[in-house]
């Protein structure tokens, strides 16, 4: 009987036509009028995990929510401590003497999928990054790095293998000998590592680079204290399209494009150096980019004195989730930026021992750097917390001796408390080709 097979056929393949239509039509279906994507959720962290660099005899601060502890280094390995979400920790060296004189203070950072730095180069400084795998499972990177001519490292840098527990060293003259200045990206292809990186220049002084915030097409630089001194931004864009980026200074006194930097551009894959002391007149400030392409951007801040150190603070994201700075001492103090409208935090110091002080609530005029100094004995905690509006922030330590300013900076980076999680919703896209 072969015209009822071929009726059923037929009907076969218009059912196949019907629901073929009606899958493409409830994926590529547009959205309700007047309904706008949901925003990230706020949750709060259960657990979070700090990896030190290693340094023998440095003193660890850590700091868990309301309390103090500290740990000294015994040997060059990496230090971890794991605890509850807030988990702070890091650490400032001094040293009177020598090629790396000066203070280095560095945030003890987290196992990340991907890691920017910007500094200076190894053609002009002793640069090393630290890799450690805190994890009880292999981890794979790649490292790349770029300079003022574009991508300089090669294929050396690419699938760096770091076992168990391990930790790996990388001199970056081996990636990138020709480098005057650089960013650099740390990508985990395998597992997460924490990543660190100190910058000895050749005149003198050393420092930790701090993290810089993933490129962006707003990028806000805080932290940079005012006196005397080089200040040196660094603008990296390390996609495949030029950047024309506008510059603002917001200082203790104004907020205003720099005169002849008011418009930039930097070549695609480059990094441009601008030279900005003269443009902030020696006032702490924070920096604010605006760029046609994703950017990322550090300052380098040169000490005075016979004997110069140096210090590094990078972009960052404004303290929307709160932040904390475990190693502090005397000459410490905070540079908070608002480059919109007034914005306001609550400032909190905890003592090596004891119960936290109370809050103090700084309001930070728009438009404006205000500098706020920490007062307490020996090694401190300092927790700050969001009020209103939108602040960016950094922590500076100075400290003056006859042969020169000693100094080290910090950006406030995100505390471990909170984290914005993308909302989830049931989607035909997770099931059709």
């Not at 196949?16 to 039509?25: D, E, K, P, T």
């Not at 005899?57 to 000294?72: F, H, I, K, N, Q």
């Not at 490129?215 to 006196?227: C, E, M």
């Amino acid at each position: 009987m072969p015209i009822p097979r071929n009726r059923f056929a037929s009907l076969a393949a218009v059912l196949a036509a019907l629901l073929l239509l009606y899958g493409i039509a409830y994926v590529t279906e547009p959205a309700p009028a007047g309904t706008q994507a949901a925003k990230p959720e706020r949750v709060g962290v259960e657990s979070a995990t700090a990896v030190c660099p290693g340094v023998k005899g440095a003193d660890v601060a850590v700091y868990l929510p309301g309390t103090m502890s500290r740990e000294t280094m015994k040997n060059a390995e990496p230090y971890t401590v794991t605890g509850p979400g807030g988990l702070e920790a890091g650490f400032v060296t001094r040293a009177t003497s020598g090629a790396r004189r000066g203070l280095a203070g560095v945030r003890c950072a987290e196992p990340a999928a991907e890691t920017w730095l910007v500094g200076p180069g190894p053609a002009n400084a002793d640069v090393t990054l630290h890799l450690v795998n805190a994890a009880k499972t292999p981890a794979m990177a790649d490292v790349q790095v770029w300079a003022a001519e574009g991508l300089v490292s090669g294929e050396e840098g690419l699938g760096l293998e770091v076992g168990p527990g391990e930790h790996r060293k990388v001199d970056l003259r081996g990636l990138a000998p020709s480098a005057d200045v650089m960013a650099v990206s740390v990508t985990s292809l395998i597992g997460r590592v924490a990543v660190a990186a100190s910058a000895a220049p050749e005149p003198g002084g050393a420092d930790w680079l701090p993290a810089a915030a993933a490129p962006a097409k707003k990028v806000v630089v805080p932290g940079i204290p005012g006196g005397g001194g080089r200040r040196e931004l660094l603008i990296a864009a390390p996609g495949e399209t030029d950047a024309t980026v506008r510059i603002t200074a917001v200082t203790e006194g104004a907020r205003y494009a720099m005169k002849g930097r008011e418009s930039v551009d930097v070549p695609a894959g480059g990094v441009l150096s601008i030279d900005v002391t003269t443009g902030i007149g020696g006032e702490s400030a924070g920096l604010v980019l605006d760029s046609t392409a994703p950017v990322v951007a550090g300052v380098v801040i040169t000490g005075t004195g016979a004997r110069q150190d140096v210090a590094y603070t990078a972009g960052t994201p404004p303290l929307d989730l709160g932040s904390a700075v475990a190693a502090n001492g005397a000459g410490s103090r905070l540079l908070l930026t608002a480059p919109g409208y007034a914005g306001r935090v609550r400032v909190q110091i905890v003592p090596p021992d004891g119960e936290p002080g109370p809050p103090a609530e700084v309001e930070v005029p728009a438009g404006r750097t205000k500098s706020v100094p920490l007062k307490a004995k020996g090694s401190f905690g300092v927790v700050v917390t969001p009020v209103s509006g939108q602040v960016y922030g950094g922590r500076v330590m100075e400290e003056r001796q006859r042969g020169g300013l000693l100094v080290t900076a910090q950006p406030l980076a995100q505390a471990r408390v909170w984290t914005m999680l993308p909302h989830l919703a049931d989607t035909a896209l997770a099931v059709l080709p």
